[in-house]
């Protein structure tokens, strides 16, 4: 007789309690749904962060961004481009120091009603499972934007074994909250603004920007005329401005020119590398949906 029984790679407390989004993960969502193929009904992807223990135990996962992966899907069958998922994870770390913590999926269709994660969803979180260093989350992202609005749930999976082999996950909801440092809420606040007004607001901050640098420049002349009359004696030297001044040149940080260009070069090699990844992927993608078409011939 066989017996169906449950059982999970990790001890309990080890299971994340909640999944904290960060605005900028949802807009890297948002943006590969938008942009992705147009025989792709959703699309896969990862998520990057980091992984907390919450004051009441239990582990708290962080997701500050995300990257879609190539995929192909073909029923319940589902292909990832491992090559890429695993290059980008590298390059993230390298530069972000986010590791991956789970995967996303989007929902065209809504998260109303019951639970709306595919059977699917199971290779692809084994797949997920050995690229995290903990155990993944799956978060679905609805991305109808029905009301101007969009959701998210978040899940954990616990393996379905049956006579010790595992046949499937069994997917459980955990709690999703929204997070924002102060750089990203005013990166929301000005989505939310929309495109009223843009091009006057464009012009305003131009306007208040060449203020700031003419009133910048006058305070360095004022500066540079006081020191000038000091040095050739024309002004009684004053012990509380020449502090002022040398404190203000102390602010201004040093870099030396070698620094510089190594530093412009990596970024320069980053961008490179980022345009050579995003090449990949659409051969990448036009491969897997010519493979997919074959098949299905």
Known sequence: MSMLSLSSPSTPSSSPSSVLLHPLALSSILEAFVSRPPSSARVLGCLLGRVATAPGGGRVVEVVSAYAVPSAEQG???AIGKDYQRQ???????????????WFATS?????????????????HDFFAGECADEPVHLIVDTSLQGD???????????????????ANMFTEVRVEARADEGER???????QGNAGAGQSERRREDELLASLDGLLELLGGASGYVDKVVAGSEPADPSRGRAIA??????PTLQPGALK???????????MVMYLGKLTKTQLAIAEKLTATVAI
């Open 262 to 272: 190594d530093m412009l070069s990596g970024s320069l090699q980053d961008l490179l």
């Open 108 to 124: 065209p269709g809504g998260l109303d009603g019951a639970c709306p994660v595919p059977e699917s969803a199971s290779l692809v």
């Open 76 to 78: 319940a069958s589902v």
């Open 247 to 252: 404190d203000a040149l102390a602010a201004v």
């Open 88 to 102: 980008m994870a590298a390059l993230a770390g390298r530069t972000s120091g986010a590791a991956p913590v789970g």
């Open 149 to 167: 609005a969009t959701s998210a749930r978040a899940y954990t999976a616990t393996p379905l074994a049956v006579q010790g082999v595992a046949l």
């Open 186 to 192: 005013i990166f929301v606040d000005q989505c939310v």
